[in-house]
C-alpha cells in the first residue's frame, strides 16, 4: 500500500522542474493516457489525439521556458498545449515564436491552447505584429468548481464505481481548477490520493504521471517530490520498460523476419532518443540503426529510460 503523501504542505521555491530520468517516464504515461483521446473537459474542439511528440527544438534557446505538450491529432493536425499560473507581457511572442518552429519542422497545421490556472478569468488570446497574426485558445480552469469536482469523483471512488473518461481527465486537471477552499499544491494531493485508489495499478500510476505533468510548473519543491516519490512506489518503470520492448517484438513480428524485429527495437530506441536529446542525438541514432543483435537492442531498450545525458547513452549504446 502506498503511504499518504503528506500531512503538511511546507511552503518552497518553485526552482527545480521534474529530473530528467522521471520526466521521461512521465511523458511517455501522458502520452498513453491520452492516446486516442480528445481533450473534451478542456472545452477544446479538435481532433483525438494519436500520439505525442518531441517537444526538444533545437532552435529554441536553452534560457527559453520549454514547450509544455505537442500531440498530433487524428486529423494530421498538431495541437500545442500550454499552461500557465501567471501572464507574462512576453506571453504571445514566445507562443507564436514556437508555433512558427513546430511547423518549420513538423510542416502541418498548429493549434495552441493556453490553460490557465483557477485564479485567471481572462488573458489576451490574439497578437497582431504587422504581417504576423496569431491567435490561440484559451481555457480557463476558473470556469471549473474543483471543490464540487473533488466531492463528486471522491464519492464515486468510494462508492467503487469506475471512473470513465471524462472523469479521469477531471481528476487529472483537478490542481489547475479554481478552488475556494485549496490552493493548487492541496488540490494536487488530493488528486494523487485520489488516483491511489484506482482499482488498476497501471491507471493509477499513469493517473499519478499525468498529474505530475500538469503541475510541473505550479507546485512547491516539496510537494512536487512528495509526488514524484509516490510515483516511483508505482510499477510504472517497468510497465514503460516492457512496452517498449512489446511494441519493438510487436513491429518485428509483423515483418516476420530477424531483420524486421530489430528494425522494431531500433525504432523504439531511436523514438525514446529523439524526444529525450533531440538533435543531439542523431549520432547515437545511427549508431542504434546498425546494430542487428537482438539481445543488444533488448539490453538497450531495457535501460535507456535510465540515462540522464547523451554521454550516459553513448556509453550505454556504443
Not at 48 to 53: D, I, Q, S
Not at 186 to 202: D, F, P, R
Not at 226 to 251: C, H, N, P, S
Not at 280 to 298: A, F, H, P
Request: charged letters at 30%; one cysteine or more; aromatic letters at 6%.
Amino acid at each position: 500500500m502506498i503511504p499518504p503523501i503528506m500531512t503538511k504542505i511546507e511552503n518552497s521555491t518553485q526552482e527545480t522542474e521534474i529530473a530528467w530520468q522521471s520526466k521521461d517516464i512521465v511523458l511517455k504515461a501522458v502520452a498513453e493516457t491520452f492516446k486516442g483521446k480528445s481533450l473534451e473537459v478542456l472545452g477544446i474542439d479538435v481532433a483525438p489525439v494519436v500520439e505525442m511528440l518531441p517537444t526538444a527544438l533545437p532552435v529554441v534557446e536553452a534560457k527559453e521556458k520549454r514547450i509544455d505538450f505537442v500531440f498530433k491529432l487524428a486529423d494530421n493536425t498538431l495541437l500545442h498545449l500550454e499552461f500557465q499560473t501567471t501572464i507574462p507581457d512576453d506571453e504571445l511572442r514566445r507562443f507564436a515564436y514556437y508555433g512558427a518552429r513546430i511547423v518549420e519542422r513538423h510542416a502541418l497545421p498548429v493549434h495552441t491552447a493556453v490553460v490557465y490556472a483557477g485564479k485567471i478569468n481572462r488573458a489576451p488570446e490574439r497578437l497582431v505584429m504587422g504581417s504576423l497574426n496569431y491567435q490561440v485558445s484559451n481555457v480557463f480552469m476558473s470556469d471549473f468548481n474543483g471543490d464540487e469536482e473533488l466531492r463528486i469523483l471522491k464519492e464515486k471512488i468510494e462508492r467503487g464505481e469506475k471512473l470513465d473518461d471524462l472523469d479521469m481527465q477531471k481528476l487529472i486537471f483537478l490542481p489547475m481548477m479554481f478552488s475556494q477552499k485549496k490552493d493548487e499544491a492541496a488540490l494536487a494531493v488530493e488528486a494523487v490520493e485520489l488516483a491511489k485508489q484506482i482499482e488498476s495499478e497501471v491507471l493509477q500510476a499513469f493517473t499519478v504521471a499525468c498529474i505530475v505533468a500538469i503541475t510541473d510548473r505550479i507546485l512547491p519543491d516539496e510537494v512536487k517530490k512528495r509526488i514524484l516519490e509516490v510515483l516511483k512506489m508505482t510499477k510504472i518503470e517497468q510497465w514503460i520498460r516492457e512496452e517498449g520492448r512489446e511494441e519493438g517484438r510487436a513491429e518485428g513480428r509483423v515483418e516476420g523476419r530477424v531483420e524486421g524485429k530489430s528494425e522494431g527495437l531500433q525504432e523504439s530506441i531511436c523514438k525514446y532518443l529523439e524526444a529525450r536529446f533531440g538533435t543531439g542525438s542523431i549520432d547515437l541514432q545511427k549508431e542504434v540503426r546498425g546494430i542487428t543483435d537482438l539481445e543488444k537492442l533488448n539490453k538497450i531498450l531495457d535501460s535507456i529510460y535510465r540515462v540522464g545525458t547523451v554521454k550516459e547513452a553513448k556509453k550505454l549504446i556504443v
